[in-house]
């Protein structure tokens, strides 16, 4: 594995996320990677392996360090159990379904308060990090992903006009695993940033309505910033979708430090920034299919025109819209964090 190396500081990313002072050089960041780009970068069979086998960790974090990262993104799942299905079973999302009526929701197996994942896995990380470098952790994904992925698209829909007490407890519920997994998190010394997962729209606007959000998700989120501010930590919101219409209960009333999660077709993370950077730091935004789709010099144009565009004023962080994906070619990538230490980092 070819390595890109760079003096890094987690506290220049700090630097971003607070918009407190110019940093010395554009830090990276992004929200995961797939295990196909961690195993052909790393060269290893990381897609084969699972986060309890021996060498997963080492893998991972070597994967974020040799490409320059000072910080390495982490998320744990909540410990909530899930039907298990053959593999060739065909079967959609709704098949996973686990509430559906109030008895449901009492009688399903639901993790203790104070232990809602497995923190482990954080510790063995922490052991694994060099000077300078810190974990940006939190839940794998957020309050409402786990709804709709206990209730279902469908069932949710139902429940929202048929059984919206239904759907109060099973948000409160999960709002509670999340915001206690979050401040055990943010106490954690190796832990620099507290981030959250939550894909809430699709392209033109929003799964559940502005209200909805601000009834049901919102609170929630509230509470896990309030935690991560507790400790003197940033936390950082992952969104794909269209969010225009809830942009600002994010910034202003849950008060967020800084989104990802960008696209070029919904809205382009220099557009963003021009609404939004003096209130909250966008992060990455360089879309996933022009990295995949160009390559060479037009990539590199691609991301310079980024870099001068959303680093000028030194809040922002180098990285893509979404995720490193199964099919995004490694060397594209590379390109990308080449340029980045070219334009604005050290040489």
């Not at 992925?149 to 069932?155: D, I, L, P």
């Not at 209960?249 to 430090?257: E, N, V």
């Not at 077709?265 to 992060?283: D, H, N, S, W």
């Amino acid at each position: 594995m070819n390595r890109l190396t760079r003096e890094v500081d987690f506290g220049e990313f700090l630097k971003v996320l607070r918009r407190a002072g110019r940093p010395g050089y554009l830090p990276f960041y992004e929200h995961i990677a797939s295990e196909g780009f961690i195993a052909r970068r790393t060269g290893t069979h990381f897609d084969k392996m699972t986060m309890d086998d021996e060498g997963y960790w080492e893998i991972y974090v070597d994967f974020w360090l040799g490409m320059g990262f000072d910080c390495v993104p982490m998320e744990i799942p909540l410990n909530c159990p899930f039907p298990e299905f053959d593999e060739d079973e065909s079967h959609g999302s709704e098949a996973k379904v686990v509430i559906k009526t109030l008895e449901d929701f009492e009688k399903y197996d639901w993790p203790e308060v104070e232990r809602p994942l497995d923190f482990e896995h954080f510790e063995t990380v922490a052991k694994l990090l060099p000077s300078g470098v810190k974990i940006v952790g939190g839940v794998c994904a957020g309050p409402y992903e786990w709804t709709t992925a206990m209730m279902g698209v469908m069932g949710l829909s139902y429940a929202l006009v048929d059984n919206p007490e239904l759907v109060r407890l099973v948000f409160e519920k999960i709002g509670s695993l999340h915001h206690s997994g979050a401040k055990q998190i943010g106490q954690m010394e190796a832990v620099g940033a507290v981030r959250q997962g939550d894909d809430l729209g699709f392209k033109t606007a929003t799964f559940l309505s502005p209200e909805q959000l601000r009834e049901y998700v919102f609170p929630i989120y509230t509470k896990m910033v309030a935690e991560a501010h507790a400790v003197g930590k940033p936390f950082i919101l992952h969104s794909c979708g269209n969010l225009g219409a809830v942009y600002d209960d994010l910034i202003d009333g849950c008060k967020i430090d800084a989104k990802h999660s960008f696209e070029d077709v919904i809205l382009p993370v220099e557009e963003f920034k021009a609404r939004y950077g003096e209130k909250v730091t966008p992060l990455g935004g360089l879309d996933v299919d022009v990295i995949c789709r160009r390559s060479g010099d037009e990539l590199r144009k691609y991301a310079r025109e980024k870099i001068e565009q959303c680093f000028s004023d030194g809040y922002w962080a180098l990285g893509t819209g979404n995720s490193l994906t199964n099919y995004m070619p490694v060397e594209n990538y590379m390109t990308v964090l080449e340029e980045g230490v070219k334009v604005a980092g050290y040489d």
